[in-house]
């Protein structure tokens, strides 16, 4: 009988253990933002309709992530959406994308988050 009992409450324990993991992401690798959680992040994305969601300002960075695997898909949606604020595409470096308008110069940088996502990040004067 004590068998039984400690065959279930280390199964029931398990199971539990097993499922705030799951519900939390914590099964995903860390975030380079620190205002907002796994299961935010992915539930934002899950739940638009939009090939790239905003997720978040912290630290005059805009963070925006998509599900597209295509890179060069990537870099095109994002310089479409920059160019709209009267930035040009002047060439793109490893994992930056360089961008000027009236003599500055805007560099926004893309990141893997698993094999499902791509984080952005882009400086908040973008929108100037």
């Not at 595409?89 to 988050?113: A, D, M, Y």
Request: proline share 2%.
């Amino acid at each position: 009988m004590k068998k039984v009992l400690v065959t279930f409450t280390l199964g029931t324990i398990s199971i539990l253990v097993i499922a705030f993991v799951f519900h939390h992401k914590l099964y995903y690798p860390s975030l380079p933002i620190e205002n907002i959680s796994k299961k935010e992040v992915v539930e934002k994305i899950n739940n638009s309709d939009k090939q790239i969601v905003k997720l978040t300002n912290e630290n005059s960075r805009e963070w925006y992530i998509t599900s597209e695997r295509n890179q060069s898909e990537v870099d095109e949606i994002i310089k479409k959406m920059v160019s709209q604020n009267g930035w040009t595409f002047v060439q793109k470096e490893g994992s930056g994308l360089f961008f000027e308008k009236q003599g500055e110069q805007l560099i926004i940088t893309t990141q893997k988050w698993t094999g499902n996502y791509l984080l952005i990040k882009i400086p908040s004067n973008f929108h100037e």
